[in-house]
Nanobody, 123 residues
């Protein structure tokens, strides 16, 4: 599966942004998907995951209540709605897919990665 992330940009603290991850290849619903992010000088960290059916979602504590992960299997696209953005949310955001429909929170669980999209949040 090939992944293409988009939707990043420069926003102010408190603003919202929606990221998209378009997938091509095998049947999209086969893959559980995830969002990770990496800030300069830091390790890549888990943000959110969603199962292949979309019925299960999990979030990092730092984004719970502010971010919402979703997917449209008919459009082969996953989304991350980010509300109430904070300067500490600034990072390159990566979408990822794994070879099973079960959601997962660990980096090593994912075998396919998109190229990343930059999110910058000014205070």
């Amino acid at each position: 599966v090939q992944l293409q992330a988009s939707g990043g940009g420069l926003v102010q603290a408190g603003d919202s942004l929606r990221l998209s991850c378009a997938a091509s290849g095998r049947t999209f619903s086969y893959y559980a998907m995830g969002w990770f992010r990496q800030a300069p000088g830091k390790e890549r960290e888990f943000v959110a995951t969603i199962s292949g059916s979309g019925g299960t979602t999990r979030y990092a504590d730092s984004v719970k209540g502010r971010f919402t992960i979703s997917r449209d299997n008919a459009k082969n696209t996953m989304y991350l709605q980010m509300n109430s953005l904070k300067p500490e949310d600034a990072a390159v955001y990566y979408c990822a897919a794994r070879n099973t429909g079960t959601a997962a929170t660990t980096y090593s669980s994912y075998g396919y990665w998109g190229q990343g999209t930059q999110v910058t949040v000014s205070s």
